[in-house]
């Protein structure tokens, strides 16, 4: 499984969580440094939240299981 279909698996576990406030989360992009680019959808989208979300959830969680993931901004 290469990085990209590993980080899309990992992101797959985090989405239910994500779903039940009413957010999403759809993987645009991860670089060859290990920057994985997302884009929050749904509730996340506007949700004054969402950095923290990015950073201290779905960031932590994808460098926990995914040591190559160096950062993860939102596009």
């Excluded at 999403?24 to 060859?32: A, T, W």
């Excluded at 996340?44 to 950073?55: D, E, I, N, P, Y």
């Amino acid at each position: 499984m290469d990085l990209k279909e590993r980080v899309e698996d990992t992101l797959n576990k985090i989405r239910p969580s994500l779903m039940a406030d009413g957010g999403d989360v759809q993987l645009v992009d991860v670089d060859e440094n290990g920057v994985v680019k997302v884009m929050l959808k749904g509730a996340c989208a506007g949700c004054a939240m969402s950095q923290m979300t990015l950073k201290m959830g779905i960031e932590k969680i994808l460098k926990q299981n995914i040591p190559e993931v160096s950062s993860v901004e939102s596009v």
